[in-house]
Every structure is written in C-alpha cells, then in structure tokens.
C-alpha cells in the first residue's frame, strides 16, 4: 500500500496538467479568501460603527413620553462570525439588522444581494465553492485516469500479476490523491485564526468549528477521490471515466441540488408578505381564534385589574391603567406574531429537510449544509438570532409600558417624560451564539450521510472490486 501511495504521489508530480491546476485552484482559493477576509472585516468595523452610533443617538434622544421612546426605535445587528469568511451562505440574503419597535416584529433588511448585479445568481467567488465545487473537479481531473490508464498500458496486469490485491491499488491511488488534497487545504486551518475578524463566540468554539468544518473537508475529499479512482478502474478506458465522472459530477453538483430546490420549494410555498401582514392584522384585532376581538380583551384586562386591587374604579387603582393595557396589548400582539413567524420558519426548516435528506446520497448537499451550518451562516443560525432580536425587543418595550403603567399617572401622556438617566437603564441587546452541540443537531444528518458513504466505497471497494477485469 505504501508504494503504491508512494508511487502514485510521484506520477501526480510528473504530471503538468495536474499542477496547473492545483496552482490555480491555490490562486483562486487565496483570492476569494482573501476578498471574503476583507468583506467580513469591512462588515464587522460597519456594524460596530453603527452599534455605537445607535446607542449613542438613543442615550442622548430629547426626553419624550416612555412609549414614544420606545417608538423611537432599537436597532439589532447581526454579529459577523469568523468562519463566515470560508463560508458566507445566506448571509447575502438574509439582511443586516431590523428595527425594533412597539406593536409589530420587523424583518431583517439591507441585504447585500440587493447592491449587487444578476451574477449574484451564478454564485459569488467564496471559499466555499472552491472548496466544494472547483476541488471536486480538481480531484476528477487528477485521478479519472488512475487505474484506467494502468489498464491501457498494461501495468495493471504485471501489478495484479505480482500479487497486489485490486482493493489495495485502488484504496492506494485514492490516498495518494487525498494526501495531495489535504496537504493543499490544511493550511486554510491557521490562516481562518491569523486573518480573522474577531472572536465574540469564544475562541475555544470557532477552534471546535474550524476542526469539525475540515474533518468534514476531509471525508467530502475522501470519499471524491475513492469514488472517481473506483469508476476508473471500473470502466474500459481513462475517456470513459473522464466522462463518467463528469456526468456525475453535474448531477450531483447542480442538478439534484437545483431540482431539490424547486420541489421543496413548490411542496411548502411560502406565503405572500401581503398575505402575512393581513393575518397578522387581522388576528391582532379579532383575536387569534377569530372570537376574541380586541375590545373585548380590553374590557376583561380593565375588570380583572380592578379586581386584583380590590378598587371599584380607574381613578382608585395604583397604577396607570394606560401603561397596563399597552403592555397586555403587546404581548397579545407578539403571541400572534409568534404564531404567523413560527408558520413561515417551520415552512423554510420544511423547505430545507429535503436538501438534508437528500445529502444520504448526494455528498455535495452534505458537504455545503455542515459548511453553512457550522460558519452559523445558514437557514437555522438566522432563525435563531431573529429570536434572539424579538426576545430583546420585547424586553425593552416592557421596560418602558412598565415606567409609564408605575410612575406616570392616567393623562399624562403628554407630560410625563423620561430623561437620559432613565434610557441608560433600558436593556442592552447580548446576543449568545448558538452552541457546537446545537449546530450538530441541525446538521446531524449530512454528517452521518459522509461517514456512512466513505464506510459504504470501503465495503464496495474491499467486497466488490474482484470481479473488474485487469485488461
């Protein structure tokens, strides 16, 4: 086995073709990581600008009424991670920062796909797609010939001839070619820490992501080179596994991905944003069961508070009645945007099962979900920290609707106003990055699809490859 590696890795090196394009994969994956870097930096240095420029607007705002404070508005950005640089996913697509606000539950906007021209569609130049597509192609070029050539020339039959084993010559060659992948790719692992833009999640997390996101590199890489060195000893010639390989190649990597896309799309649409705006609405002011109007949920909110004083009027309770019923009132309206946002999110973790289960027999899926999933740059990440915002905006606004329902008095609205020693105490959004073992859990899937297909062209490789005729 070590001198068909050996022997392999010294072909490899003979070969032009093969180090062209290694060269240029090197120059592209440096060029795309370096644009990445300063893409993320640019986009840190903005948000952080932007962060202070808020609180600072906020703290010295003229002092106002506590509800018109809190329509006044706070700002959330999202936090850029390191790994984003390798992989920025939907980053591009799921905006920057929303605006919050009393009564309604904004959407994240400016979204970077929005500055940009139609070649937006093809795909940016990341990391990620060379580290995914452009290698795969690397590795189908170096290695189609690997055995079919050995055939053609008859060194296959003086090897088999002298007692290696068919299993051995092609777990060899595809080692060879591996431990030319990863030598080029591991150098990626210290230039993720010695380019990055900061470390707000904790260094001992982006260290288990980097070392989960390559071990993950590397059984995707694995499994490339054993698939493509197994179709060329199984085909006739090196022209049928070029061939061979390719199609699978534009099967994998574009087809099945685009087609999953549309059937997913097509079996759980998402609704309109009119049609989500006029449910909302219309669910705020006649009552989630449609039986509970918003009239009648004042009147009981204004019986059960005199109650709870034990007072028989408005001008006899403790608290400003005002203040009370914005707070029920907006806690009404957030159950209903949970209901109405829980509907859509479950529609895009419905949408992106397909590509997961997908990933069992398309590596490529697998490969980009753990990738997004990992640099927190995907589908369930943004979920996450849009709960996160909303969780923040209804702090602060109960914060403000509790100032005005304890320490104004009914009437005052236009009177009763805070000043900046109160805004300083207003909460400050902390956003808490999802865990390792979270992310695992979303992404548990795809890891499980690359292990169990290198574990399966092991077995077919061991089991099945007596029957491939040496000439």
Not at 390 to 409: P, Q
Request: aromatic share 12%.
């Amino acid at each position: 086995m070590k001198s068909i590696i050996i022997f392999e890795l010294k072909r490899i090196s003979r070969d032009r073709k093969a180090i062209v394009f290694c060269l240029l994969t090197w120059l592209l994956l440096a060029v795309s990581f370096y644009i990445n870097h300063v893409k993320v930096s640019q986009t840190q240095e903005q948000v952080t600008a932007a962060m202070a420029l808020k609180k600072q607007q906020w703290l010295h705002q003229a002092p106002k009424h506590p509800h018109m404070a809190a329509h006044f508005g706070q700002f959330v950005f999202k936090p850029v991670h390191p790994l984003s640089q390798l992989d920025p996913g939907v980053n591009d697509y799921a905006g920057v920062y929303a605006y919050l606000e009393p009564h309604r539950q904004n959407d994240f906007v400016f979204m970077a796909a929005q500055e940009q021209n139609a070649s937006v569609r093809f795909g940016a130049l990341t990391p990620a797609l060379i580290l995914q597509v452009l290698v795969s192609l690397l590795i189908i070029f170096m290695s189609f010939g690997a055995v079919a050539f050995d055939r053609e020339n008859g060194t296959l039959k003086l090897l088999t001839a002298q007692g290696t084993k068919m299993h051995q010559l092609i777990l060899g060659k595809a080692l060879a070619y591996f431990a030319l992948v990863a030598t080029a790719i591991l150098p990626l692992l210290p230039i993720v820490f010695l380019l990055r833009s900061d470390f707000q999640s904790g260094v001992q997390d982006t260290l288990i992501r980097t070392l989960l996101m390559f071990t993950a590199y590397l059984l995707y890489y694995f499994l490339l080179c054993a698939v493509v060195v197994w179709i060329s000893a199984l085909v006739k010639n090196a022209k049928s596994s070029l061939l061979v390989s390719l199609g699978c190649w534009v099967f994998f990597v574009i087809v099945i991905p685009k087609t999953v896309a549309n059937i997913s799309a097509d079996a759980y649409p998402l609704i309109s944003n009119e049609a989500f705006l006029a449910a909302i609405s219309e669910d705020i002011k006649k009552g989630i069961d449609g039986h509970n109007p918003d009239e009648k949920r004042k009147e009981e909110l204004i019986a059960a508070t005199l109650k709870k004083y034990n007072v028989d009027s408005l001008a006899q309770l403790p608290v400003n009645m005002e203040g009370v019923i914005m707070q029920a009132g907006e806690e009404y309206s957030s159950q209903v945007y949970d209901v109405h946002f829980e509907q859509v999110q479950q529609t895009l973790r419905n949408q992106n099962k397909w590509s997961s289960y997908t990933a069992i027999i398309n590596p490529y899926n697998a490969i980009r979900n753990i990738a997004m999933g990992l640099a927190l740059t995907d589908v369930n990440s943004h979920i996450y920290f849009q709960k996160s915002a909303e969780a923040y905006r209804r702090e602060y606004v109960k914060f403000l609707n509790d100032d005005m329902a304890y320490n104004s008095k009914p009437g005052t609205f236009f009177t009763y106003k805070l000043g900046v020693e109160t805004y300083a105490k207003v909460p400050v959004f902390k956003y808490s990055y999802p865990t390792v073992s979270d992310t695992l859990r979303n992404i548990s899937i795809e890891f499980f699809a690359l292990l169990a297909g290198v574990l399966f062209i092991l077995f077919i490789t061991r089991f099945t490859t007596h029957k491939i005729p040496v000439s």
